[in-house]
């Protein structure tokens, strides 16, 4: 399993990323992918990548933007025929994830609809209980706050940008607003200068046209932080999701995995809704926020 940790213009989270990752023993290899623009000078990530020379590597690519990291990733995956993670620098994974990852690409190999897993969790707040279980469930939405998929699912998905359009892009996500939410094709549209080739997307694009399925767990396995004053696409508001998994063991933990054949299209529904609540739902979350301020 490969790990790739994307790169522009500042480092953010990378150096926590790289210590945890460099000692698990599930990841093979960890590669920073930054642009051309971002040389990589950090004192402490030079020293690791001397004291591992066979694990740790320094990619710098010609690729335009986030979409061309991503691209490049993708074609290292796919040449070294290996399973692959994917993290911005922003997003922090636990060891937990990483033992969950490994498993999840030995559990639903061969599935064909399986076109990946994130750890990052569809619920609002946690509900770990005393005996810890851990739920998956499976949905056409993809997620880039932590992404792991396999080197098919990657050439697929290469050949898929090569021969759609753009503005085919856009009329995907339209016609399956309530497959993988109405707000990602209203993002789309407010996207139309800058970001209209943005790697989600393009990514949500694919599965859903593809019918492919995206593994997400019932607690976050990663934290977030893109709420700081270097996000883009989110506000900066200060809040990050926290995960709980750090100081837990994966032996410890009951997992189910949702079978592939067991995809549900009303759970599927239920679960859009995290990303698009309700009226009553938006009411609610306007008036907590405004008590916790």
Same mark, same amino acid.
């Given at each position: 399993?490969?790990?790739?940790?994307?790169?522009?213009?500042?480092?953010?989270?990378?150096? =926590?990323?790289? #210590? %945890? $990752? @460099? /000692?698990?023993?599930?990841?093979?290899? !960890?590669?920073?992918?930054?642009?051309?623009? +971002?040389?990589?000078?950090?004192?402490?990530?030079?020293?690791?990548?001397?004291?591992?020379?066979?694990?740790?590597?320094?990619?710098?690519?010609?690729?335009?933007?986030?979409?061309?990291?991503?691209? =490049?990733?993708? #074609? %290292? $995956? @796919? /040449?070294?025929?290996?399973?692959?993670? !994917?993290?911005?620098?922003?997003?922090?994974? +636990?060891?937990?994830?990483?033992?969950?990852?490994?498993?999840?690409?030995?559990?639903?190999?061969?599935?064909?609809?399986?076109?990946?897993?994130?750890?990052?969790?569809?619920?609002?707040?946690?509900?770990?209980?005393?005996?810890?279980?851990?739920?998956?469930?499976?949905?056409?939405?993809?997620?880039?706050?932590?992404?792991?998929? +396999?080197?098919?699912?990657?050439?697929?998905?290469?050949?898929?940008?090569?021969?759609?359009?753009?503005?085919?892009?856009?009329?995907?996500?339209?016609?399956?607003?309530?497959?993988?939410?109405?707000?990602?094709?209203?993002?789309?549209?407010?996207?139309?200068?800058?970001?209209?080739?943005?790697?989600?997307?393009?990514?949500?694009?694919?599965?859903?046209?593809?019918?492919?399925?995206?593994?997400?767990?019932?607690?976050?396995?990663?934290?977030?932080?893109?709420?700081?004053?270097?996000?883009?696409?989110?506000?900066?508001?200060?809040?990050?999701?926290?995960?709980?998994?750090?100081?837990?063991?994966?032996?410890?933990?009951?997992?189910?995995?949702?079978?592939?054949?067991?995809?549900?299209?009303?759970?599927?529904?239920?679960?859009?809704?995290?990303?698009?609540?309700?009226?009553?739902?938006?009411?609610?979350?306007?008036?907590?926020?405004?008590?916790?301020?």
């Amino acid at each position: 399993m490969i790990i790739f940790i994307t790169v522009h213009k500042n480092l953010r989270k990378t150096n =926590e990323i790289v #210590k %945890i $990752a @460099i /000692q698990n023993l599930q990841v093979e290899k !960890i590669y920073i992918i930054s642009s051309k623009e +971002t040389l990589i000078t950090n004192e402490e990530l030079i020293y690791l990548k001397n004291k591992y020379p066979n694990k740790f590597f320094f990619y710098n690519h010609n690729s335009k933007g986030i979409k061309g990291a991503w691209i =490049e990733a993708m #074609k %290292i $995956a @796919i /040449q070294k025929d290996a399973n692959f993670l !994917i993290f911005e620098n922003d997003i922090v994974p +636990t060891n937990f994830f990483f033992e969950y990852a490994k498993s999840c690409f030995s559990i639903y190999k061969g599935k064909n609809k399986f076109f990946g897993l994130t750890g990052y969790s569809p619920n609002d707040k946690s509900k770990i209980s005393d005996i810890l279980k851990l739920n998956t469930f499976l949905i056409h939405r993809s997620s880039s706050w932590s992404f792991g998929s +396999t080197p098919e699912i990657a050439k697929k998905f290469l050949r898929f940008i090569d021969v759609t359009k753009i503005d085919d892009i856009g009329k995907i996500l339209m016609v399956n607003k309530s497959k993988i939410g109405k707000d990602i094709y209203e993002h789309y549209l407010l996207d139309q200068r800058e970001n209209r080739y943005l790697i989600g997307y393009l990514w949500n694009a694919f599965t859903v046209s593809e019918r492919g399925l995206w593994l997400y767990p019932s607690e976050h396995l990663v934290s977030c932080f893109g709420n700081d004053n270097f996000a883009t696409n989110q506000p900066d508001d200060g809040v990050s999701i926290i995960s709980k998994f750090d100081s837990i063991f994966f032996e410890d933990v009951e997992i189910n995995y949702k079978p592939v054949e067991n995809f549900s299209i009303i759970e599927n529904k239920k679960l859009i809704s995290h990303w698009n609540p309700g009226i009553l739902k938006r009411i609610f979350m306007k008036f907590k926020k405004l008590i916790s301020n």
